[in-house]
Structure formats: structure tokens, C-alpha cells
């Protein structure tokens, strides 16, 4: 079974930047999306960011330019660095892993990962 296990939230000023981490533990082998969502009160959940096993990546219009996805598969840890946070980007963020590949589209309503994490929470202030 796989186990994500999330950390890096906190809070922090507008404009400043965050990195989440996700540590991977069990099989992945056939783990081939990985992702970033998030919600906040009141919103449905939103696709973040997406990185598929041969390295493409998607992102959510609202965070294009701004946010980054990576993983370290010899570290098994995928990545969220988020930079010019806005007061908008306050969620908890989870981390999630599917055993297909990547949609084509981020906000494609048949993708959900099989595992998540716990989620870590992001408060960015004005």
C-alpha cells in the first residue's frame, strides 16, 4: 500500500513562497500521476498541479507562473513550490497519487487519485 506523507504548509505573507513536500513510502512502481490539490471553505476541490511518470506537467490556470511541481524519485518525494502567494491560495493542500496516467485535462471530473495524504494547510495573509 501506498503511504503519502505531507509537510512544508504553513503560513506565510503575500507574495512570499512555500515549498510542500510529500514523502512516498510503498509501492510505486505503477504509480504513474502524481499531484497537488487543494480546497478551501466553501470551494470545491481543485487540481493544482500534476506531474506524470515521463515528467510533463499540468497546472491550474490560477496558479501558472507561479507554482512549480517536481519529484525526486531516488528520494521518492514529490514537490509544490509555490512562489508570489496571494491571499487566494489560502487551502489545505493535499498530495495524491493515481495508478493511471495523468488526464489530459487538470480538471477532468473522472480523475481521482487512489491515495492521498493528510493534507497540510497553507494560510497566505494580505
Known amino acids: 500500500q501506498v503511504q503519502l506523507v505531507e509537510s512544508g504548509g504553513g503560513s506565510v505573507q503575500s507574495g512570499g513562497s512555500l515549498r510542500l513536500s510529500c514523502a512516498v513510502f510503498g509501492y510505486t512502481d505503477t504509480t504513474y500521476c502524481m499531484g497537488w490539490f487543494r480546497q478551501a471553505p466553501g470551494k470545491n476541490r481543485e487540481g493544482v498541479a500534476l506531474?506524470?511518470?515521463?515528467?510533463?506537467?499540468q497546472f491550474a490556470a490560477s496558479v501558472k507562473g507561479r507554482f512549480t511541481i517536481s519529484q525526486d524519485n531516488a528520494k521518492k518525494t514529490l514537490y509544490l513550490q509555490m512562489n508570489s502567494l496571494k491571499p487566494e491560495d489560502t487551502a489545505m493542500y493535499y498530495c495524491?497519487?493515481?495508478?493511471?496516467?495523468?488526464?489530459?485535462?487538470?480538471?477532468?471530473?473522472?480523475?481521482?487519485?487512489?491515495?492521498w495524504g493528510q493534507g497540510t494547510q497553507v494560510t497566505v495573509s494580505s
Open positions: 495524491a497519487a493515481a495508478l493511471n496516467i495523468c488526464p489530459y485535462y487538470i480538471g477532468a471530473a473522472y480523475f481521482y487519485p487512489k491515495y
Open positions: 506531474i506524470g511518470s515521463d515528467g510533463s506537467t
